[in-house]
């Protein structure tokens, strides 16, 4: 088989006696010798003129571009799949398809499971490497989390920590959303926050974690040592605000029995 590099213009390979031979085709040279790689070819090559053999590298700068620009749009496109929330499988719609070949001919679309099993696992370690670079120059870390239940009626809590750099910028990243599996108690919980902790080596460095007013969560975040609990300041507003939407003052008592259970359900509410 013919081989890809540039010498193969002006030579050419031929057998003799079951041996490789190369011959150079350039003009009236019929020079010939046991083949024994290209560089051989190329020395005898640079005696003749108009011998461009730097057209080789320019294929490979080329090559190693396109390869580049292959590799962005890759990484471009998992983020667009990922940020909109796609599935995996729009790579497979034939319009979708169509689209990318007017705009971008030359580029080839990975298949979804090489997106899912290759491009998302490089993506993910670049990105933990990011995180893991950031939080080891962090000094204190305050965290917030909450939980949520999706729409499979999956229960979710959600890590994010904060924290000011060097440079004095505000620095958020979201380290743990895992599924809550069991019971939802206070041990449960806190187990799950010093485990999310733990996975990026910054439980000495946590100081504060906000959340909301939900029993469990505050008693597990209480129960964890050296820790400031903060109740999240919009969601106590958010339940003020409701109580006094919802309120309705009892119809025999005076104003001044009125106002005093208006305040005590307003005290219900722990801030």
């Known amino acids: 088989m013919v081989a890809s590099s540039v010498v193969w213009k002006y030579a050419s390979k031929i057998i003799k006696n079951n041996k490789e031979?190369?011959?150079c085709n350039v003009g009236s040279c019929q020079h010939e010798a046991v083949f024994a790689g290209t560089v051989a070819i190329k020395n005898?090559?640079?005696?003749h003129d108009g011998v461009n053999l730097t057209e080789e590298e320019d294929n490979k700068k080329e090559e190693d571009s396109n390869k580049n620009k292959t590799k962005l749009a890759n990484k471009e496109l998992l983020y667009f799949i990922v940020s909109g929330f796609l599935p995996f499988r729009i790579v497979d719609n034939f319009h979708f398809q169509r689209f990318l070949k007017i705009i971008?001919?030359?580029?080839?679309?990975?298949?979804?499971?090489?997106?899912?099993?290759?491009?998302?696992?490089?993506?993910?370690?670049?990105?933990?490497?990011?995180?893991?670079n950031d939080l080891a120059g962090a000094i204190s870390i305050a965290a917030t989390t909450d939980i949520w239940t999706s729409c499979q009626n999956l229960a979710y809590m959600a890590v994010t920590v904060h924290f000011i750099n060097e440079e004095w910028k505000l620095i958020s990243h979201t380290i743990?959303?895992?599924?809550?599996?069991?019971k939802h108690?206070?041990?449960s919980l806190k187990e799950a926050l010093i485990e999310s902790f733990s996975e990026w080596g910054i439980n000495d460095k946590i100081i504060a974690i906000t959340v909301d007013n939900g029993k469990?969560?505050?008693?597990?975040?209480?129960?964890?040592?050296?820790?400031?609990?903060?109740?999240?300041?919009?969601?106590?507003?958010?339940?003020?605000?409701?109580?006094?939407?919802?309120?309705?003052?009892?119809?025999?008592?005076?104003?001044e029995?009125?106002?005093?259970?208006?305040?005590?359900?307003?005290?219900?509410?722990?801030y």
């Not at 029995?257 to 722990?270: D, L, M, R, V």
């Open 216 to 255: 469990n969560i505050i008693k597990a975040v209480n129960g964890i040592e050296n820790i400031e609990l903060i109740r999240c300041f919009g969601h106590t507003m958010n339940l003020i605000v409701k109580r006094i939407v919802e309120y309705k003052a009892p119809k025999k008592k005076s104003n």
């Open 21 to 23: 031979y190369y011959k």
């Open 257 to 270: 029995g009125a106002h005093q259970s208006f305040n005590s359900q307003i005290n219900e509410i722990q």
């Open 185 to 187: 108690d206070n041990e």
């Open 104 to 132: 971008a001919s030359n580029y080839k679309l990975p298949s979804r499971n090489h997106i899912s099993n290759t491009l998302l696992e490089i993506q993910f370690k670049e990105v933990c490497a990011i995180i893991k």
């Open 176 to 182: 743990s959303v895992r599924n809550l599996v069991g």
């Open 44 to 47: 005898h090559l640079k005696g």
